[in-house]
């Protein structure tokens, strides 16, 4: 749906306010793509609401006029996940931002959902207390929860999932559902919660959430080691874990990456398969038992330099650099777009798919860069290339392929923590089999025009498990 009637533009102008609904060209393509090399897809209209009301007079209306309606948080996703694939109406949540309870004692925080999760952060700076997951960019709490994010802290703190106690959510049709509950463990019937974690607003809307959060740690040890092999370093993340140590983050770096970011960076990182760990702890002193432990590990596996005790301003810029691998890559790579895998393994089964992913780079004679958040298993390979030449794209696309079907054959998934949006939905049936279909039921029985976010998850219709 490319356009809407001028009684549909006049229907959301009353519902949201003039000035909160655009449809000029800026607005929309602002809207049509993320930050993946998905094909950009225009809304017919953009809008931005302010409270719970709205959205549920929005939801009623589309339903009853078949409008496919697209949340949208900050557009970070690398999937495709938010482009609004059949037009309509590109739900923008970024005025919903308010940070609306605090427990402190029960270590819980109420938000709207399009808070972003750094300034959820920053406004809980003085209690001691903060929400763990990370993707890195500037995401929204709903667009977090939507995709089920996580980032370099998931190895000791677990992923967006762990962190929602209740959810307010707006169906399809109108109803407003609250989901979950404060109490810190339940059994009470179906987690619905956690059914719209992940459901990358196939299902309805996020409007509020209540998130459980995480003390502060006092005390943080940044360690950066590089091995002989990418064996001997995957080899060092089980080692590292089964020993106790608890890192906070485990992130593996391949040599062409650690040359990449010594370049653009001014680092010194060893150019080698390299190990990037963070421990934290409550005590200096405990740290130190930790970080002997480390040592000794490391060295046990021919670690070449082992450089700990980073202080903060080497820490800082280190874990920025990681960070932002993403973005050097693509800004080194001006005029070519990104395609981002995300498998994930069993922690056994890691260095198997990293040397298979590098003989795929090699293989396909393409620009990518492997990397991943080693401490629970997530893959990332960053490709480079060029969507309007076509043999090239379909190189990338194989060399892809081959490397999701193979996590699948070892027990994993398509994506650790990136979604599934359009570019993944073509594994979910050699990944769920029969599943496939029950998600299917569920999708029909929530939103049984289609309206939400239509095209994701879902492979296309021809493969037949798809949802109406
Ligand atoms: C440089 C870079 C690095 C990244 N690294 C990581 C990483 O380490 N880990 C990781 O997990 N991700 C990573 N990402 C991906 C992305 O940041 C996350 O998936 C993030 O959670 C997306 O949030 P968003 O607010 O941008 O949502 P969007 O991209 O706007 O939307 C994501 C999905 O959620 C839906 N949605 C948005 N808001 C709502 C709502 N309120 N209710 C229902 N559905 C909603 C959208 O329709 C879409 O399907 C990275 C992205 C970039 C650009």
Redesign the pocket.
């Known amino acids: 749906m490319k356009q809407l009637s001028q009684a549909q533009f006049e229907f959301l102008q009353g519902v949201f306010g003039a000035d909160k609904v655009n449809s000029g060209d800026s607005a929309r393509k602002l809207h049509g793509r993320?930050?993946s090399g998905h094909p950009s897809h225009l809304p017919a209209v953009v809008v931005w609401p302010q409270e719970t009301g709205q959205i549920s007079r929005l939801l009623a209306w589309a339903q009853e006029e078949a409008v496919p309606i697209?949340?949208?948080?900050?557009?970070?996703?690398?999937e495709g996940?938010?482009i609004p694939l059949a037009g309509g109406v590109v739900v923008d949540?970024v005025e919903m931002n308010r940070v609306l309870n605090l427990w402190p004692q029960d270590m819980q925080v109420e938000v709207e959902?399009g808070v972003g999760f750094q300034d959820l952060n920053h406004s809980l700076r003085h209690e001691g207390l903060f929400f763990p997951p990370d993707?890195?960019?500037w995401?929204?709490i709903?667009?977090?929860i939507?995709?089920n994010?996580?980032?370099?802290r998931t190895v000791k703190y677990g992923m967006t999932k762990d962190y929602v106690q209740e959810l307010e959510v707006v169906l399809p049709g109108g109803r407003v559902i609250d989901t979950g509950n404060r109490a810190h463990k339940s059994s009470s019937g179906y987690d619905l919660a956690r059914l719209f974690v992940g459901s990358?607003?196939t299902l309805g809307?996020?409007t509020r959430a209540v998130l459980r959060l995480a003390g502060m740690p006092e005390h943080f040890l940044a360690v950066v080691a590089g091995f002989p092999s990418t064996n001997a370093a995957c080899q060092a993340v089980t080692e590292l874990i089964r020993h106790g140590t608890d890192p906070a983050a485990l992130e593996l770096l391949t040599p062409p990456l650690a040359r990449l970011l010594n370049r653009v960076n001014g680092l010194d990182l060893p150019e080698s398969p390299l190990l990037f760990m963070e421990f934290v702890g409550f005590s200096a002193r405990s740290l130190e038992e930790v970080l002997e432990i480390a040592r000794e590990v490391c060295a046990e596996l021919g670690a070449q330099g082992f450089e700990a005790g980073l202080g903060k301003v080497n820490r800082d810029r280190i874990w920025s650099a990681r960070n932002a691998a993403?973005?050097t890559i693509k800004q080194t790579h001006a005029g070519l777009e990104i395609m981002i895998t995300d498998a994930a393994v069993p922690m056994s089964a890691y260095e198997e798919l990293i040397a298979f992913s590098e003989q795929q780079v090699t293989g396909s004679g393409q620009v990518g860069y492997v990397f991943g958040h080693a401490g629970d298993g997530n893959l990332h390979l960053v490709w480079m290339g060029d969507p309007k030449d076509p043999a090239q794209w379909q190189k990338l696309e194989q060399a892809n392929r081959a490397i999701v079907e193979k996590a699948i054959d070892l027990g994993g998934t398509a994506t650790g923590?990136?979604?599934v949006?359009m570019g993944k939905s073509k594994f979910m049936l050699a990944e769920h089999g029969a599943s496939m279909e029950v998600m299917a039921q569920i999708k029909d029985t929530l939103d049984p025009k289609g309206i939400m976010?239509p095209g994701?998850i879902f492979p296309a219709a021809s493969t037949g498990v798809h949802s109406s």
Request: aromatic share 4%; proline share 7%; charged share 10%.
């Open positions: 993320d930050f697209t949340p949208w948080g900050a557009g970070t996703s690398t996940n938010p949540m959902a993707p890195g960019a995401a929204t709903g667009g977090m939507a995709n994010a996580s980032g370099i990358e607003g809307i996020v993403a973005e923590e990136h979604g949006g976010n994701k």
